[in-house]
């Protein structure tokens, strides 16, 4: 083979036991768990944002960032229930490029998978400690999910593996919510099949392991807008797109119908300001349709200290090295918009 074996990574055992939680933070965290799972199961009316950075490029302004997040949803906690992005893998479309904190935990160095993955762990257990947030991370590599599977109250999977039989697979197997984006060609059946596959139970193979999955009843559907064969961005978070996935997810007849709709990538086309009047516009149309209210639970927001995107090696505290996003005066302007209008 042509693979280079650089060093053998400890197995996810290994980790938790040189990087435990508390009892505390594992009952902190179970609490959140059981609270965000009411939400995709109707049974709580609270509306989720999961917020945060395009990817966790930095462990202090990360933390910096979502502390400012704890004071905010203290603000709207009667109606809103946060879920901190931290997203430590980035896919990328041609594979060149920053990969994320659990390739390079710093950014401007050559990739350290070993150290990446104990950065990453370090970085989801200090924001449960310091700010009692069990936060959000795309599933990019299922086999890295067990590094996770005790810090994480949410899973995302990207547009670029929803369609893949690994990530369906474990997704079944999953205990906590997971959104299933469509894909980048906008093909709704392609999510709606992964959804499907994730609710049912599998007998697969998993880090060398023969395993059994019950199904997860909380897969559920991401919106994220679509590009067409000329590389165009068209959204999909208009009233007719999610009035049409409410009577889809009815004919489907899936456990506990639920959408979260992504306010950047192809629904903003990458213009990060456009989430602000997305963001309205969904709960436009969830206040006009009582089907659109009872499916979507939240929104996904791109958001950070500073406002934009800058390149590696910039050093603009704050501000994010991978696709723009909202600073937090004007996050904290939208988050409280929200919590108006709910």
Request: proline share 5%.
């Amino acid at each position: 083979m042509a693979l280079n074996t650089v060093r053998e990574l400890p197995h996810p055992s290994e980790l938790k036991s040189a990087y435990p939680l508390s009892q505390e933070l594992r009952d902190r965290k179970a609490a959140r768990d059981e609270e965000i799972k009411k939400v995709f199961s109707g049974e709580s009316q609270k509306f989720i944002l999961v917020i945060g950075p395009c990817s966790a490029d930095s462990e202090d302004s990360v933390l910096d960032y979502i502390t400012r997040l704890r004071g905010l949803q203290e603000k709207v906690s009667d109606k809103i229930l946060m879920i901190p992005r931290i997203y430590t893998g980035k896919p990328r479309t041609t594979g060149d490029g920053y990969k994320g904190m659990l390739h390079q935990p710093n950014p401007t160095e050559m990739p350290d998978l070993k150290s990446g993955i104990i950065a990453v762990r370090n970085l989801h257990m200090k924001a449960l400690a310091e700010t009692g947030f069990s936060s959000a991370d795309e599933m990019l590599y299922p086999e890295n999910f067990s590094y996770l599977d005790d810090l994480l109250s949410y899973i995302a999977i990207g547009a670029r593996s929803v369609e893949n039989q690994q990530h369906r697979l474990v997704s079944s197997g999953v205990e906590i919510p997971v959104g299933m984006k469509n894909p980048t060609s906008g093909d709704i059946s392609v999510m709606m099949n992964s959804i499907t596959a994730a609710q049912h139970h599998h007998a697969f193979i998993y880090r060398g392991c023969e395993v059994r999955s019950d199904g997860n009843p909380y897969a559920h559907a991401i919106l994220r807008g679509y590009v067409n064969d000329r590389g165009q961005s068209f959204p999909n978070y208009h009233y007719e797109d999610l009035y049409g996935l409410a009577q889809l997810y009815a004919e489907k007849g899936l456990k506990n119908p639920a959408l979260v709709v992504d306010t950047n990538h192809a629904n903003s086309g990458k213009q990060y300001l456009e989430q602000i009047r997305i963001s309205k516009e969904v709960l436009h149309s969830m206040r006009h349709c009582e089907d659109i209210k009872n499916l979507v639970k939240g929104l996904m927001i791109e958001s950070y200290i500073e406002d934009g995107a800058q390149k590696i090696g910039e050093n603009v505290y704050g501000k994010s090295i991978t696709d723009p996003c909202l600073g937090w005066k004007k996050t904290e302007r939208l988050v409280l918009d929200i919590a108006d209008q709910l």
